[in-house]
């Protein structure tokens, strides 16, 4: 197998057509449709069925294309960093944050990192619920931030504060529920979204989230910025990250509410986390090492 081989494959898949592939990779199509079939008959396997107008993926070949991109990603990664470190250029330090954990002590410790180590490069994804651990899984970063979801033996982790989770509604949405008691009754809510953000990991074999009602509607966004905009608009209800709305709950534009039998409120940890097994970088040591440091909780690696 050749990796030339492989983006001719990948080629075909993404244009629809053998021709067009050519075109897109500047080859000639005999040279694509040579390709192709060396990798089928190197496998046994066929990747197309030809039976159509135009190639349409078998069920092996949709198998093999998914792992040729992913193969075809980490060759390119390595590209870069082979001609970042020619010029002389550290490899960046890869991080993947929680969306929820970004509060004013997170920005901090991170501002302060840069500003002693200026040289060093930070590239950060967010991520969120059990995405940044697939990060991790999948050698996307180095050092991931946020609540302990999904880890295991496979991690070590500190602890390094707390958010404080909080349930909110806006003022008028509220008044429609007419809810007349201290809690509000999981029935009252049934018929109001409940607004979620997605759980961004590909591979999780669930949604990821803890604190849902087991009856009712839900609206899935992509982050909390989307979810604040819903809410101040009436649109649902939701769990939120209490430093993300303190103006909104000082200026009244949300409100806390406790639902019955449901985690209202809590106090949620943020943890820094890396795999075990994997090999650090000398610049993710000193991220660990800095930010371990400023930990109130500093202790062992869990």
């Known amino acids: 197998m050749k990796l030339d081989q492989l983006r001719a494959f990948i080629a075909v898949v993404e244009t629809g057509s053998f021709r067009s592939a050519a ?6 199509q005999p040279g694509i449709s040579a390709a192709v079939k060396a990798l089928e008959e190197q496998y046994g396997i066929q990747l197309f069925d030809r039976n159509s107008y135009r190639p349409t993926l078998t069920t092996e070949g949709h198998a093999f294309f998914q ?10 990664q390595l590209e870069n960093l082979g001609h970042d470190l020619a010029q002389g250029t550290e490899a960046p330090l890869h991080i993947s944050l929680s969306q929820m954990g970004l509060d004013e002590d997170c920005m901090t410790r991170i501002k302060a990192f840069q500003n002693q ?5 930070l590239d950060i994804t967010t991520d969120h619920l059990h995405g940044i651990q697939e990060k991790l899984a999948k050698n996307k970063c180095e050092i991931a931030i946020g609540p302990r979801y999904g ?4 991690h070590a982790f500190i602890q390094l504060n707390k958010i404080s989770m909080i349930t909110v509604i806006s003022p008028s949405l509220l008044s429609n529920i007419n ?3 201290a809690k509000i009754k999981q029935q009252s809510l049934y018929a109001v979204p409940q607004i979620l953000v997605t759980n961004t990991a590909e591979n999780s074999p669930e949604n990821g989230h ?3 009602l087991p009856t009712g509607k839900r609206w899935y966004v992509n982050d909390f910025l989307a979810k604040k905009t819903m809410l101040l608009h009436g649109l649902g209800w939701a769990r939120m990250p209490r430093h993300c709305i303190q103006a909104e709950l000082d200026n009244g534009q949300l409100v806390p509410i406790e639902v019955e039998n449901f985690t209202s409120h809590n106090q949620l940890p943020i943890f ?3 795999l075990r097994h994997q090999t650090q970088s000398y610049q993710a040591n000193l991220f660990w090492e800095m ?5 109130p909780f500093t202790g062992s690696d869990l």
């Open 23 to 28: 075109d897109s990779i500047h080859k000639t």
């Open 67 to 76: 792992q040729s991109k992913k193969l075809m990603s980490q060759v390119l």
């Open 117 to 121: 180590y200026p040289d060093i490069a």
């Open 151 to 154: 880890l295991d033996d496979r």
């Open 179 to 181: 809810a007349n008691d």
């Open 210 to 212: 803890r604190y849902i």
């Open 272 to 274: 820094m986390i890396r």
């Open 291 to 295: 930010m371990k440091s400023f930990s």
